[in-house]
């Protein structure tokens, strides 16, 4: 199955970009950098070995506005466009966690971390803006169990967000491809329910 859908998604979006000649200007937020775009990009570069790839960090409302200027030939985020300049496709659903501190008392727990849980304790929160971000997607999967998080504290980048959950200042959700960075201060653990983020590309109409 991951096979396949790397092999729809590569096929997607070599259709949506045939029209590029040299220079591919990719804008990407950090989470998907972590997950399966490294591996769609090292296959694109195998199947467009003549296209340069030029990769740009952008929050995922800032490249609305670059594709829509068309200064961003590809765009891989979070948020579903809801606007006629811009061409946006689901690639994947990608199951979030919970990032704990590698002693906290639910590190020996077997099995999922319930959001209520989850709600009983302070919560980090990324990014702080710009926003609609992933941050608004976590805020709503506790609002529509109508559950409310103690505290949250907004920073502005993952890597500042497991740094303090490290730290003992609260928990992080987080995608579960993050599970790729190797931490010792920091554990992660599956949730319940199961809660989902989007990665979507999205290209100039």
């Known amino acids: 199955i991951y096979i396949l859908g790397q092999v729809d998604e590569l096929q997607t979006m070599t259709k949506r ?51 829509k200027g068309r200064r961003l030939d590809v765009g891989f985020g979070r948020l579903m466009f809801q606007d006629a300049g811009v061409h946006s496709v689901v690639l994947r659903l990608e199951v979030l966690i919970v990032a704990l501190p590698f002693d906290h008392p639910y590190a020996r727990r077997r099995g999922p971390i319930t959001l209520e849980d989850v709600a009983r304790e302070p919560l980090i929160l990324y990014p702080s803006r710009p926003r609609p971000s992933f941050a608004d997607q976590v805020v709503a999967a506790f609002r529509d169990r109508n559950l409310t998080p103690t505290s949250i504290r907004e920073v502005r980048e993952l890597q500042v967000a497991l740094g303090l959950v490290a730290a003992g200042l609260g928990n992080c959700i987080v995608p579960a491809n993050i599970q790729r960075l190797k931490r010792e201060d920091v554990i992660y653990r599956p949730l319940a329910p199961v809660i989902t983020s989007p990665v979507i590309m999205s290209t100039p109409a």
Do not use: K, M, N, W
Request: glycine share 4%; aromatic share 6%.
């Open 17 to 67: 970009l045939a029209h590029i000649e040299r220079l591919l200007r990719i804008g990407f937020v950090p989470s998907t950098l972590y997950g399966d775009l490294t591996e769609l990009l090292r296959r694109f570069r195998h199947v467009c070995p003549d296209i340069e790839l030029s990769l740009i960090e952008l929050p995922s409302i800032e490249q609305l506005v670059e594709l």
